[in-house]
């Protein structure tokens, strides 16, 4: 295999992936349904904020309006799915082989109360982040990591890899480390994708969060890859790694 056909090989490996581009909300008020990190969480009538079995408040991270994605969340369409989590003091992430079941909480609010955001209320609870609301999904090609590296090592005793070319594709397409909707987790340790709770079946990665993660549910440098099952509902699974 010359260079060339390398180059081309690796192109299919490549995913999609979707990066998010937030401006500050400023209102208190505004844009409660839309999909957001931090301020107040859309809360339906008689709807409370989600507690640890011990008792905690959880903590309300963010929430996707899923019918303004650019790609699907587990078997979902519509609706507003929010993500609790316990406070970074008591937060207990789990290992990869054990990732957390209490520390997270999924779920998603009805899709029929979303065009009611005056059914939104406030209450108290441990204040959450800097409400931020997500203007745009910017489009990326995703490499996998992991993957990507191994080829390379396969290959460099390949005598004229075209690094030029590599540069070339990799231009807007890199490991995308960050948060991204889609495309391939980037695990930094070695890690097999989860096990649905509902049916036993392998999870596909769906999105993963970090900068965020940080300021609310754990303090150390580490990126939450979240799977979901594709056919059952709100089941999902967060490595830390
Ligand atoms: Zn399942």
Redesign the pocket.
């Known amino acids: 295999m010359n260079g060339h056909e390398f180059a081309l090989s690796i192109v299919p490996l490549i995913r999609p992936a979707y990066l998010p581009e937030y401006e500050p909300i400023t209102e208190p008020d505004a844009h409660r349904t839309a999909t957001r990190v931090g301020g107040t969480p859309f809360l339906p009538e008689g709807m409370r904020r989600p507690k640890h079995p011990d008792g905690d408040e959880l903590v309300f991270a963010l929430q996707y309006r899923l019918e303004e994605l650019p790609v699907s969340i587990g078997p979902h369409e519509a609706g507003l799915l929010q993500l609790f989590a316990r406070h970074y003091d008591r937060f207990d992430a789990g290992t990869a082989q054990e990732p957390e079941t209490e520390e997270l909480r999924w779920r998603l609010v009805a899709p029929q109360r979303l065009g009611e955001p005056e059914a939104a209320h406030a209450e108290g609870g441990t204040p959450s982040l800097e409400p931020r609301r997500v203007e745009t999904w910017r489009r990326v090609g995703d490499w996998p990591g992991r993957d990507f590296s191994e080829l390379m090592a396969q290959h460099l005793d390949v005598e004229e890899i075209e690094f030029d070319l590599l540069d070339a594709y990799m231009n807007n397409q890199a490991m995308h480390y960050g948060e991204k909707l889609g495309g391939y987790p980037t695990f930094s340790q070695e890690a097999e994708p989860p096990e649905?709770l509902?049916?036993?079946?392998e999870?596909p990665f769906s999105f993963q969060l970090n900068e965020h993660g940080r300021e609310v549910w754990w303090q150390y440098d580490s990126t939450m890859h979240v799977f979901a099952?594709g056919?059952?509902p709100q089941?999902f699974r967060s490595i830390f790694n």
């Open positions: 649905c509902g049916c036993g079946a999870m099952c056919t059952c089941q």
